[in-house]
T-cell receptor
Framework: NAGVTQTPKFQVLKTGQSMTLQCAQDMNHEYMSWYRQDPGMGLRLIHYSVGAGITDQGEVPNGYNVSRSTTEDFPLRLLSAAPSQTSVYFC???????????FGPGTRLLVL | GESVGLHLPTLSVQEGDNSIINCAYSNSASDYFIWYKQESGKGPQFIIDIRSNMDKRQGQRVTVLLNKTVKHLSLQIAATQPGDSAVYFCAEKGGNNFNKFYFGSGTKLNVKP
């Protein structure tokens, strides 16, 4: 199993540009989530999904959209990038009931 | 939202000593807690978890203690090794938020050889 994969590893955007961060898992996990990690801070939940077709907001959802058309994929879309969205983004997945989350390697995003 | 914080942002220990990393949480309804290890440039890695109906749980060289009375969580690492150097996070799942986790800001563990 590849586990949780994320692409790209690093991205530079200009203010106002849009992009999609990809996340995929091959463990047949129902639960997937997106976090952002800023320097000196813990992870903050952006959006999460408890299964295909079901998504919900986390702590910091503004400026981000998600969709879950398949069990495997959970892309995160930045609609109009802002410098405040400069961060490291982590995707995670878990079996719905066991709750242990497995994290991807992260995407470093720089918005100029 | 819930508040999960740490008492010590940086902890330095000698190789071979035991390490204790502490975490405070604010939501008494939280029913599940996880400790993660994050090495530089990598995603968090699961270490050990504990449910609110337990006070203690042991893994390989690690022990998690939960004190619900004072809403305190700790991670004990026995015989700390250089490979244990990393940032450690506690995470809390709120009892009313079925699958939302709240993370503390992290403690950096430095292991001196």
């Amino acid at each position: 199993n590849a586990g949780v994969t994320q692409t790209p590893k690093f991205q530079v955007l200009k203010t106002g540009q849009s992009m999609t961060l990809q996340c995929a898992q091959d463990m047949n996990h129902e639960y997937m989530s997106w976090y952002r990690q800023d320097p000196g801070m813990g992870l903050r939940l952006i959006h999460y999904s408890v299964g295909a077709g079901i998504t919900d907001q986390g702590e910091v959802p503004n400026g981000y959209n998600v969709s879950r058309s398949t069990t495997e994929d959970f892309p995160l879309r930045l609609l109009s990038a802002a410098p405040s969205q400069t961060s490291v983004y982590f995707c995670a997945s878990s079996k719905f009931l066991t709750e242990t989350q497995y994290f991807g390697p992260g995407t470093r995003l720089l918005v100029l | 939202g819930e508040s999960v914080g740490l008492h010590l942002p940086t902890l330095s220990v000698q190789e071979g000593d035991n390490s204790i990393i502490n975490c405070a949480y604010s939501n008494s309804a939280s029913d599940y807690f996880i400790w993660y290890k994050q090495e530089s440039g990598k995603g968090p890695q699961f270490i050990i978890d504990i449910r609110s109906n337990m006070d203690k749980r042991q893994g390989q060289r690690v022990t998690v203690l939960l004190n619900k009375t004072v809403k305190h969580l700790s991670l004990q690492i026995a015989a700390t090794q250089p490979g244990d150097s990393a940032v450690y996070f506690c995470a809390e799942k709120g009892g009313n938020n079925f699958n939302k986790f709240y993370f503390g800001s992290g403690t950096k563990l430095n292991v001196k050889p």
